[in-house]
């Protein structure tokens, strides 16, 4: 058994040195896009009531919750995703508000995944949530911001996936499935086991026209005249036509946007969260296997909270984000004013002075009382080993 005063438990990790500060700085750079966006700083606890991520609010499974119980014997959760804690957030203190509310957000997320995953269970995410607009300039929006948040940290090679939630649920109600069905077709769908979702499809007793919608599951990049062309085909089946005309209304505008280089269209993406009720989309990297953003439209998640609202969001996985920055060998700048004033006992005073004016300037600075046994060379050294771009020696060095 290995000694645990010195190793963290699995799923979790330390992030020191470098890596820490470039944590740092990439998390304030995603931030600075969401303020320039107009969006507002929330902050919600770290734990919450169990209830706040129930079976019914559609989020995480009980199983993969973080559950513990306060003095009272009230159930407790660390939060293992966002949007539930600002829904009930914005039900509360924006209740009254009759305007779009935009909210962002960063902190740790906790997943009790298995762990033959090799997944962390502790995150960073980053996010940004529109509440009061049903409009597809919200959806617009959401995404034009996701993708200004990748670009703005280095990115350059990376496409965000858009579905419908509303796409699959109406082919399921057309072909009239039964519970197991849906459930086959979701694992096939989940597993991209497209192959399968072909047979799958073969043996209901469906027309031709809605086995074409079926065959859209495993479209991952479906153009404007595919979409105008599954219309056609969709125009007895309600609920199948508006997920297709939100999507084709949604191409205009990334197109005006300037980003339709980073969205593909794949109508049938499936999510974890079942509180999504519209648009849903996922971005993917190379270098990570996992998400690295994800996002989508709930219009009914606040009302579990006394509110009747429109809402769409994402976030962003920080920690999937620097591990792909870091596989595609994209730096994260570090700002290079930084001081190493190096110095003697005699010249003490003087030293402390010579810092307090550097950090007044807005320099980093670092004082170290030099060491008899060292060398310049050292000292230089470790400069570099900390990034610091400035090394002075004061008198008696």
Do not use: W
């Amino acid at each position: 058994m290995k000694n645990q005063l010195l190793h963290t438990p699995d799923g979790v990790r330390d992030i020191y040195n470098g890596e820490c500060r470039k944590k740092r700085l990439l998390q304030n750079e995603l931030y600075q896009v969401l303020l320039k966006y107009g969006y507002h700083e929330i902050q919600t606890p770290t734990f919450e009531f169990f209830n706040i991520f129930s079976r019914e609010i559609g989020t995480t499974p009980s199983k993969d919750l973080y559950k513990f119980f306060d003095k009272e014997g009230n159930t407790l959760v660390l939060r293992p995703d966002f949007t539930p804690s600002i829904a009930r957030s914005a039900a509360k203190y924006y209740s009254d508000e009759d305007m779009p509310v935009k909210l962002c957000y960063i902190g740790n997320a906790f997943i009790n995944s298995s762990d033959y995953q090799g997944r962390l269970k502790e995150t960073t995410q980053c996010g940004a949530e529109l509440i009061g607009d049903a409009s597809v300039f919200a959806d617009a929006e959401i995404l034009a911001m996701a993708v200004d948040c990748l670009k703005t940290c280095g990115l350059r090679d990376f496409q965000i996936s858009v579905g419908h939630t509303q796409f699959l649920a109406g082919l399921i109600e057309a072909a009239g499935m039964e519970e197991e069905q849906e459930q086959t077709l979701r694992e096939l769908i989940s597993n991209k086991n497209f192959f399968g979702v072909e047979e799958f499809t073969e043996t209901l007793p469906i027309g031709e026209p809605l086995k074409r919608l079926f065959a859209m599951l495993g479209s991952f990049d479906v153009k404007e005249a595919e979409l105008a062309a599954a219309k056609q085909d969709a125009k007895e089946y309600p609920r199948i036509l508006k997920s297709l005309t939100e999507l084709e209304q949604l191409y205009d505008l990334i197109r005006f946007y300037g980003i339709e280089n980073y969205i593909s269209y794949e109508p049938g993406i499936v999510s974890d969260y079942q509180y999504y009720t519209g648009i849903i989309f996922l971005g993917y990297t190379f270098g990570t296997g996992e998400p690295i953003i994800r996002g989508g439209r709930y219009d009914h998640l606040l009302s579990h909270f006394g509110k009747q609202e429109p809402a769409i969001g994402f976030g962003i996985v920080v920690d999937q984000l620097m591990a792909a920055l870091s596989r595609q060998k994209i730096s994260i700048p570090i700002p290079d004013e930084e001081v190493l004033l190096v110095f003697s006992a005699e010249c003490s005073t003087k030293a402390i002075q010579k810092a307090k004016e550097f950090r007044q300037q807005g320099k980093i600075t670092t004082l170290v009382h030099a060491d008899p046994k060292r060398t310049k060379e050292d000292y230089l050294a470790y400069a570099q080993k900390k990034h610091i771009s400035q090394v002075e020696f004061m008198d008696g060095v």
